[in-house]
């Protein structure tokens, strides 16, 4: 059988003395959404948090494409965007930087206009300079999300609450980028609380409820 491209095994997670989920086994192949449900405080964030490495399991294993991610480390960045729920912007900084910053923070080295084209793919022609502070929490959102489109080749997506604060057009072009990059292979886990969403039903999906 083929190596899954993410798996967790046997995975739990503690916050605050208090046991969120415990012995949660799950493979996940490449070209295949993974949407997160549950209450709130249930854990979501918590585990997309443990898939990107940035949150110890109190017990269990994250593994992509067959090695521990705990030892695969920076290779395993290289190949991870992950878009936390409160857009991780400096107000001070125009959508641009902000972009070229996140870019080539995780190792990619996009040019000026490489940016450009990803903020008019996400609705901001004419915001490029703006400073994120004066832009609305939508705005800023669509800042945030650009970072997929110059991540496109990148195969793993982790995206917390991602269609928050997104009007229906915002909304349905990243339905349209999560459903092509799944298509291309890759790997998308999401959290929303939009259970009505219209993830294209053509999408090859699967749901975790926590
Ligand atoms: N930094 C932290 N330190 C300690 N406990 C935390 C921390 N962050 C979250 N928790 C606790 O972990 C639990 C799960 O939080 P988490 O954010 O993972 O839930 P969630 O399912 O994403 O919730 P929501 O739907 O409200 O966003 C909550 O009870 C929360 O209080």
Partial sequence: MATPALELRDLGCVRSGRALFSHLNLSVPAGRLLRVTGANGAGKTSLLRMVCGLLSPACGEVLW?????????????????YLGHAAALKDDLSATEN????????????????AAAALNAAGLRGHERSPVRTLSQGQRRRVALARLVLGSAVPLWVLDEPFNALDATAAAWLVGLVSAH???????????????????PT???QELVL
């Fill in 182 to 200: 799944v298509a291309s292979g890759g790997v998308v886990l999401l959290t929303s609380h939009q259970a009505d969403l219209a993830l294209q």
């Fill in 203 to 205: 999408t090859p999906q």
């Fill in 65 to 81: 494409r067959g090695g521990r991610i705990a030892t695969l480390r920076e290779e395993f960045h290289r190949q991870l965007v």
């Fill in 99 to 114: 972009l070229l910053t996140a870019a080539r923070l995780a190792g990619g080295s996009p040019s000026e206009q490489e």
